[in-house]
């Protein structure tokens, strides 16, 4: 697909790759599917479709092999936070970006199936959001998909004062902040894998 991002808002990705497996067994980030490891296949997908792709794990020399010269590896401050506060660590080194973008794509390394047409197609609708809005996330039956969608970084002040409560989950946060749902065509999209099986399940 050609990028065609001039007219559009600005978006990078970040992806969470400091998880510790445990489901799995061994480092899912570099468990291959279709012969491509997962994380490499997150970020191909992300590259396709947003205008850098950063990629924040504590073990950043386990993927040098993995990620192509136009990605950013950054090695996270302290290992085994859980994913908010990782992200909490990816917004503040965004906004400290020379040319910080207008929103991020936050992503988990563990999602084979994302489909590039439909996170394009999600971006598309970003520009018309109202400014208030704060995020735009796919929403199952399980609650909002805080791994597969877009954070307005202006206002991630927001994410602040939650952590500053002493909140500590995702779901938690979003329940109080202006939300607004992606549709979802097909939930495989969100295909996550924890177990072995889910990656031998796991279909395009
Ligand atoms: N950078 C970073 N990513 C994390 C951290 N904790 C979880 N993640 C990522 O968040 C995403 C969703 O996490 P899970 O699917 O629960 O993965 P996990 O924590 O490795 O798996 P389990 O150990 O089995 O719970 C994955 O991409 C993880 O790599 C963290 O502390 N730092
Ligand atoms: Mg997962």
Redesign the pocket.
Known sequence: MTKAFSALPRVDTL??????????GSD??LLLWQGIPLLRRVAQVAAACTERVYI???WPERYTDVVDPGWHLWR?SA?????L??FQEGVARLQAEAIPPDWVLLL???MPCLDEQVLWEWRHRLGSLPPEMVAALPKTQRGWEP?CGFYRLSQMHQLEAFLQTGGGSFQDWLSGIPTVVLPLWQAQMLT?C?VPADLEGANP
Do not use: I
């Not at 290992?79 to 994913?83: A, D, Q």
């Open positions: 992806v969470l790759a400091g998880g510790n497996s445990r489901r799995m899912k980030a924040l794990t504590p996270e290992p085994h936070r859980g994913p506060l990782a988990a390394c563990d791994l996550n924890n």
